[in-house]
């Protein structure tokens, strides 16, 4: 089941405004695998930040920001981190 707050394709319009070479995905909400409880996630600080990626079996996982991006972006929640993973495997 998909659920979509009001408002919540604006802010990714207006990232890609800014630089047409961004690629967004809004913030996905986890259901946990093993009990299927719901876990929200608020952002407060950068190591609240977590992105799909793909262990060497292939197999999705969320993964904390890598270090180096953290400290690029520094405390700044706003800016878009740079990450590469597909988008298909955390739907």
Do not use: C
Request: no cysteine; proline share 4%.
């Amino acid at each position: 089941m998909l659920h979509l707050l009001l408002g919540w394709l604006d802010p990714l319009i207006a990232r890609i405004k800014e630089d047409e070479t961004n690629v967004l995905v809004p913030l996905i909400d986890v259901i946990d695998q093993e009990t299927f409880s719901y876990m929200h996630h608020s952002i407060t600080r950068v190591s609240d930040i977590f992105v799909g990626g793909f262990d060497w079996g292939l197999l999705f996982n969320w993964h904390q920001l890598p270090e180096r991006e953290a400290k690029r972006i520094g405390n700044k929640l706003h800016v878009p981190v740079r990450y590469v993973t597909s988008f298909l495997g955390s739907v």
